[in-house]
């Protein structure tokens, strides 16, 4: 090795001998960060606020709003000569004097100031969520701390601060932060599969493998490491650094994601620009429905990798249909207008059209333009992405404050959907506070620590030194902080009960560990969630071997053939006398809701050292020291949190790797299982064998039986957690689809936690594999938490539904006066200016006021609404409607009638320039009002009667209320041209606030309509149908697929696309012979490749049927026509018997048409091309 890495070599050397790791000196670290580098990938750089402006300005209303503008400006500055003469109609009558008609290039401007604003609010908005996300992000890394050994202390130092030559403890569960060589391991584990895709773990020794890589997870084991590269120099730097950056935590994502399926599309897009007659080869070999299927692979293509949200799927496609029927609407506007004008101007007065009069009528037609383009503005709910921004932002920083610390923004909305949670129980549902409370010590069953004295001294002595030795070094019992609080428990809390009994029996376990160090351990078989036990071999001074083991009781108890009697002499245990055990001691502690734990020993002769790796052999003939029994309270807030979530219509279950007793008690406490209910509760087998056929698969209807009266699973593992949940997601019994949220801490959650739809990670006991599999990370392991999570999240989604009721109103009143106004009176009632305004209080104001509505209790006492339910429900529908007609009557009487009533000139049919009239600005500011009044209205959407309910609790909708008035009544008295307005008088002003707060009055009389009897009403909103949710939902497995399955694919793929082609040619062959040709038009003949994925080798769990195939077309006829498997001919080729084709020759032919053909289920599944 050459310099500077010579040097830390030696330096390591020298460490090693010290086991001190290097000094806590701040010097002595600086300079190594300054040598070395800092433990930090720098992230990619923010965008900035101009181009988050630039981003904003590709919004295509706002882009031919902005043309509009520009055109309209351009055209008030240039006068034309023929203005002033008749013979152009009477395009500037009414204008008073020359600065009046001069005037027209203020609405242009007030357009461009008002696209200014939008865009501006936009930016910011991004910016500031931006921020937060980085805010976010650099709060969830500075969390992470790894243990590093400075000064011979252990300390807990943020990963950033980790320098080479650092000693590090790994441990089981960690994501390594740095490279590292391995100078001490016990049965050390490493999931590689992140850096090389290989899935199985390798083993690390110090003399084999020593390697440790950044970015892999310790799956088993522990150990110590020499800290030898850091940020851009470690594994995942040079990676990150090659990808131009690292970035944040979604774009990590992102780039997992699309590296993986660069293969795919990559080998796809190449076939495509190689051979740009592809396209055209395979049009005759498609099916009948063979035309969708570029859409589809492209549609397969662009889907995201984590499924859409649920609300997200409803509010595009709510958007998309609004957007369509405003862009209808808008273009009906300006065709009637023009058409009006034209027939008007030249059919009616007869005019012809003069070469100076030219700009005038353009002026005219910019004109018509800009009102139809402002109906579109109008009716496109682009406020409708800023409200859920908006609402999931605020929802994510309250949710801080309630120890939800979120990492995917939608699982905050897809959490209000909840149907099911199944939580773990140590920690989440018990305190993690563990001790021992009963015990079972030389024939004598303890209902609490027993005296010292009563213990015989040889007893004793083996269990301080078996728990003392046979658990984590880093496992700790520390002195209370403060005066009079408990002892701190440091590391893993089983033992730390173990290592609290050994202090209650006034023994010591410090010394004992001085005796024998960490390094001086002979081997050790760390805790896994298969062995659910760990063990520990020691040397003896004379030579031979002891090996102290502890684990689950009945598992342990079961490879125990001796067992210790209270003189601490050996009896023999037979099966007989475990079954006594079981059922007179272990099962009254489960009972109690109380963790069995058995310790016991085995001691080895020096003759002969036993097969270290045959650890069945190892672990087996022990003796039995004791069975204790350790207590974990439950949450004293736990049983009302799990009541709430009941009454909220959501099931919690429980999976723990407990004994089920114990799990059944603590169920009961929990009030998980109630009396009198009808409920399972099985262990992990008996569920395996309830859930899989005779060919031990797993199906889905047997599944379907078990988990709806599922409570309680025990005795659990990780995979039975993963299938559990999965079956759950997929079932399609019970009338809704269910949503469920997963509680997980351990390395071995994240599967599980990945399947969920929301993932729980545990901030406190989670491993860091956990936490990178999650949603949402649990800052206080606590379960109520969860319950404000479900809260927050029905907020959001209620949040949402609000601002569509409101801004719905607002669309379908704006549009239609618009579009009535503009073909009865050529001219828009609201001009372009007010429209934005109106555009403004509704997208912008109004999603920051109705989305910042904080969550209450009472969104606890309904059911979930599921992935199935509309976004707008009848009872919304009723509300929007019914608002609007009122709004629509009260417009179009000020319209008509309003002139005579107010007794002003009226509004209607003036020319181009005119000044702004009173009417047509009472009309103006009466919308705005009644659109206010509609705000407080908007509040409540299930039909509730109090509006006002709780509304001084949320400033900020008080404020914007408020601020909007105000800001109505300057633009209104003092807005003048550019808004079109003219001041009014204080009555005029009355008048307008009254039939505003009509609106309140109008509500109540909606809320008593039953929604029950309008039959007629519909709901809008529905979530993506069935068709499109499972190219979604399918798309999420695809990432799982590693890189060498995507090669085999794309091989495939590749191989079919040149099989295909060959197939068009000869059929193009062919049709020049008609004789065969006829054969070949029969229907069956038809080729299409498909499902070529059928075969065992590529059934990757239930992901695959998503690779954008070359057909996708339905299989079930050609399965049935290709039941019987041609024989194979003596002379098969070898790519065909790779793939499972065979060549057969049929003697009706010609020799050289053999069929290529396939038997059912090989990958060319119903392939019958003519050769």
């Known amino acids: 090795m050459q310099e500077p890495h010579g040097v830390v070599l030696i330096q390591f050397r020298w460490h090693l001998a010290s086991a001190l790791g290097l000094a806590n000196n701040a010097n002595d670290l600086e300079k190594r960060r300054q ?15 101009l181009q988050l402006v630039w981003e904003a300005l590709q919004d295509v209303t706002l882009i031919i709003l902005e043309v509009a503008a520009i055109v309209s400006l351009g055209l008030s500055f240039y006068a034309p000569p023929g203005e002033e003469s008749e013979a152009c109609g009477n395009v500037s009558a009414g204008a008073e004097d020359e600065g009046e008609a001069e005037a027209g290039w203020i609405e242009g401007a007030a357009i461009l100031l008002s696209v200014t604003c939008v865009v501006l609010v936009t930016a910011f908005n991004d910016w500031s969520k931006e921020r937060q996300f980085r805010g976010l992000q650099s709060r969830i890394e500075q969390e992470q701390r790894f243990s590093v050994i400075r000064d011979g202390q252990l300390l807990q130092v943020p990963v950033a ?44 020794s110090a003399d084999k493998d020593p390697m440790l890589l950044s970015g892999t997870h310790v799956m088993e084991g522990s150990g110590r490491m020499v800290v030898t590269a850091v940020g851009v120099n470690s594994q995942t730097g040079i990676i990150f650094t090659l990808l131009g950056a690292g970035g944040e935590e979604e774009e990590k994502k992102d780039k997992k994601g699309k590296q993986q399926d660069g293969a795919m599309e990559s080998s796809q897009t190449k076939a495509k620009k190689q051979d740009g007659a592809v396209a055209m080869e395979m049009q005759p070999l498609k099916s009948a429905e063979g035309g969708e299927m570029e859409e589809r692979e492209k549609k397969k293509a662009s889907v995201p990798k984590k499924e859409k949200s649920v609300l997200q799927g409803k509010l595009t496609k709510l958007a998309v249909q609004i957007g369509k029927a405003g862009l209808v609407m808008s273009a009906i506007t300006v065709i009637i207008l023009v058409l009006y004008f034209v027939i008007e101007t030249f059919v009616v007065d007869g005019r012809v059209w003069l070469a100076e009069c030219t700009p005038v009528y353009v002026q005219y037609f910019v004109k018509f333009f800009i009102i139809g383009v402002t109906v ?21 920083k309250k949710m801080m404050r309630d120890n939800n610390l979120v990492r995917h923004l939608d699982a905050c909305e897809t959490m209000g959907n909840a149907t099911a949670i199944c939580s773990d129980k140590t920690g989440t549902l018990t305190t993690n506070r563990m001790t021992v409370v009963q015990s079972y010590l030389g024939d004598t069953h303890y209902k609490e620590v027993p005296a010292p004295s009563t213990l015989t001294p040889k007893i004793l002595d083996l269990l301080v030194h078996a728990i003392s030795i046979n658990s984590a070094y880093t496992t700790k019992i520390l002195p209370p902080e403060k005066e009079g609080a408990l002892p701190r428990q440091v590391g893993n809390k089983t033992e730390c009960a173990l290592l609290g009994f050994v202090l209650d029996l006034k023994r010591d376990f410090q010394p004992v560990r001085e005796q024998i160090p960490e390094d001086k351990l002979y081997k050790v078989y760390t805790f896994n969630s298969v062995r659910k036990s760990m063990s520990t071999v020691i040397r003896m001074p004379d030579g031979g071997f ?11 108890l079961k490879k125990c053939s001796n067992i210790l009697n209270s003189h601490g002499e050996l009896r023999g245990f037979r099966p007989r006398d475990r079954d006594d055990m079981v059922k007179k001691i272990i099962e009254p502690m489960a009972c109690d809701g109380l963790r069995t734990i058995c310790i016991a020993y085995r001691d080895f002769a020096a003759a002969q050292e036993p097969d270290w790796d045959n650890e069945n052999e190892v672990v087996g003939d022990l003796t039995c020291i004791a069975v204790v029994g350790i207590e974990d309270p439950v949450r004293p807030e736990v049983p009302e949190a799990i009541r709430k979530c009941q009454r909220a219509g959501i099931t919690v279950r429980m999976v723990t790797g407990d004994n089920i007793n114990t799990a059944r008690a603590i169920a009961a406490k929990c009030g998980i299982i109630q009396p009198g209910e009808d409920f399972l509760c099985l262990e992990g087998k008996e569920f395996n064998r309830r859930i899989r056929n005779e060919k031990g698969e797993i199906e889905q209807e047997r599944l379907d039986k078990v988990w709806p009266k599922l409570r309680v699973l025990a005795r659990s593992s990780p995979t039975d957690k993963h299938t559990l949940v999965k079956g759950i997601i997929d079932s399609n019994t019970g009338e809704q689809r269910q949503v469920v949220a997963v509680t997980g801490d351990g390395t071995n959650d994240g599967p599980a936690l990945k399947k969920a739809d929301v993932g729980f990670a545990m901030g406190i006991a989670g491993t860091d594999v956990a936490k990178e599999a999650s949603d949402i990370i649990l800052t206080d392991d606590n379960f109520t938490s969860i319950v404000k999570a479900v809260m927050w999240g029905r907020n959001v989604y209620d949040s949402i539904s609000k601002f569509l009721q409101f801004q719905l109103t607002v669309n379908v009143v704006a549009v239609i006066v618009a579009f009535t106004g503009a073909c009865i009176t050529q001219d828009s009632p609201l001009k372009a200016v007010q429209m934005l305004w109106v555009n403004l209080i509704m997208d912008t104001f109004a999603s920051l006021a109705l989305a910042t509505e904080p969550p209450t209790e009472a969104l606890l006492l309904r059911k979930p609404y599921g992935r199935d339910k509309p976004l707008i429900s009848r009872t919304m529908m009723k509300n929007i409607l019914g608002h609007a007609v009122y709004q629509l009557t009260i417009i179009f009487t000020l319209l008509f009638v309003g002139e005579l009533f107010f007794d002003i000139d009226s509004g209607r049919n003036a020319p181009l320039h005119s000044p702004p009239s009173e009417h047509y600005t009472i009309i103006f500011n009466t919308f705005v009002m009644m659109q206010l009044f509609n705000e407080i209205n908007a509040r409540k959407i299930h039909g509730e009667r109090n509006v006002f309910h709780g509304i001084f609790s949320n400033p900020i909708f008080c404020t914007i209320v408020l601020g909007t008035f105000a800001i109505q009544i300057v633009i209104v008295q003092f807005g003048g041209k550019p808004f079109s307005c003219s001041p009014l008088s204080t009555e005029q002003w009355l008048w307008c606030l009254f039939v505003g707060v009509g609106e309140l009055v109008w509500g109540q009389v909606i809320a008593t309509i039953p929604t029950s009897q309008l039959k007629c009403l519909k709901e809008a909103g529905h979530g993506p149908g069935k068709d499109e949710m499972t190219d979604e939902e ?55 490749i498909h499902n070529f994925m059928a075969t065992p080798e590529f059934l990757i769990n239930d992901y695959t049927h998503n690779i954008p195939l070359i057909d996708d077309t339905d299989v079930d006829e050609n399965e049935e026509r290709l039941r019987a498997p041609p024989p194979p001919s003596p002379n098969q080729n070898n790519n065909a018997i790779d793939s499972g084709i065979y060549l057969s020759t049929h003697g009706t032919k010609s020799a050289t048409s053999s069929v290529l053909s396939s038997r059912p289920g090989s990958p060319l599944h119903s392939v019958e091309t003519s050769l």
């Open 35 to 49: 040598i070395y580098g800092q433990n930090f990938i720098p992230p990619k750089q923010p965008k900035t606020f």
């Open 161 to 204: 601060a980790l320098v080479v030559g650092d000693i590090a403890q790994v441990k089981y569960g960690d994501l390594l932060p740095a490279d590292g060589v391995l100078i001490q391991g016990n049965d050390l584990k490493i999931d590689e599969s992140s850096l090389t895709g290989e899935s199985d773990h390798v083993r690390k």
């Open 376 to 396: 579109l503005v109008v009716a496109v709910p682009e406020g409708l992405p800023l409200a859920v921004t908006i609402s999931l932002a605020y929802s994510v």
């Open 546 to 556: 002891r090996l102290f083991s502890k684990g689950a009781s009945e598992i342990l």
């Open 1034 to 1088: 399918l798309a999420e497995g695809e990432e799982e697929i590693d890189h060498a399955e995507r090669e085999l694919r794309r091989g495939q793929i590749l191989w079919f696309r040149g099989l295909n082609r060959i197939q068009t040619q000869i059929r193009v062959v062919k049709a020049f012979r008609s004789s065969l040709y006829e054969g070949l038009e029969k229907p069956e003949s038809k080729t299409s």
